[in-house]
């Protein structure tokens, strides 16, 4: 089997892998870039091309799926503390504004 092959692969992979893809397409990554990494997700959530039958079975994770909130923060964390002292001393005042509204 070639690589690139698809055959080897599930109607519910190839499902999976279309709506991922979509769903990068949609944040602005590139279709090449977007297929490539829906199919890394389905490889990674599904253990990769699989044939139904018995005793093929594999567990299903969808702890890929998740990882992209995990980067959260290291945007904020590159900031001086000063700097995010600030912010957040503006946002208590704001909020503080905005409790009697």
């Given amino acids: 089997m070639p690589r690139g092959d ?7 992979q190839k499902r999976q ?14 279709g090449d870039e977007a297929e490539r990494r829906a199919w ?4 990674k959530e599904t253990g990769g091309g699989r044939k139904s039958g018995s005793g093929r079975g ?15 923060g290291t945007a904020a964390a590159r900031r001086p503390a000063e700097e995010r002292a600030a912010s957040a001393r503006k946002a208590a005042e704001t909020r503080r504004e905005n409790e009697g509204k």
């Fill in 58 to 72: 594999h567990a299903t994770t969808h702890e890929p799926a998740r990882r992209g909130g995990h980067a959260g």
């Fill in 40 to 43: 890394a997700t389905v490889n």
């Fill in 6 to 12: 698809k055959s080897a692969y599930t109607d519910k």
């Fill in 17 to 30: 892998a279309e709506h991922i893809e979509e769903s990068y397409e949609s944040r602005g990554v590139s």
